[in-house]
């Protein structure tokens, strides 16, 4: 009888457990509007201005992380001037006060500039992964749309982020 009862009570708890998660698909066209509408992002720091332009999002299954490819155009004092390609991968956080995915640590995994001298890449590197940093990370590249669902999942914490079929598979769970 006793075990009767606990196998009831798993079953209905784990039925409840289900009730009370929801996955949000975002595809890869989606995402890409999003970041394509973010950019050309321009900085200046320590004299340096990159400006990143024609962002290419792409997600890796494998890795079940977001990639950014862009092009990146760099001037420097002493007249240096040059273009190239950067590729930023990160993962998506959740704020559920504000129903927005943000880029979650967003790094620089491939950088290719030219007419560079050598002395400069590295410190335009460090400059180039602050401002993705800065900007990536805290403007939303998804925010969840309105209705019963969005007020639903305000309390709703990221649980996973799966990459499957070109989309983005994020699963939230109420608390």
Do not use: C
């Not at 009730?19 to 890409?32: F, G, P």
């Not at 001037?75 to 006060?97: C, E, F, Q, R, W």
């Not at 460090?126 to 990536?136: C, D, G, R, S, T």
């Amino acid at each position: 009888m006793r075990r009767a009862i606990i196998a009831l009570f798993l079953m209905l708890s784990s039925h409840t457990a289900a009730a009370l998660s929801y996955t949000v698909e975002i595809s890869e066209e989606e995402l890409q509007e999003k970041v394509a509408a973010m950019m050309p992002l321009e900085k200046k720091k320590f004299f340096v201005k990159v400006i990143f332009s024609n962002p290419k999002v792409e997600l890796a299954q494998n890795a079940n992380q977001i990639g950014i490819y862009s092009q990146m155009d760099i001037s420097a004092p002493g007249g240096i001037k040059s273009t190239g390609n950067t590729k930023v991968t990160g993962t998506l956080s959740y704020d559920p006060g504000k129903s927005e995915f943000f880029f979650k640590n967003p790094a620089i995994v491939d950088m290719k500039i030219s007419a560079v001298p050598e002395l400069y890449v590295a410190p335009i590197k460090e400059i180039a992964q602050l401002i993705v940093e800065k900007v990536l990370a805290t403007t939303p590249v998804y925010k969840l749309k309105g209705g019963d669902l969005k007020r639903d999942l305000t309390k709703a914490m990221l649980k996973s982020v799966v990459v499957e079929n070109k989309q983005l598979l994020v699963e939230l769970e109420l608390f």
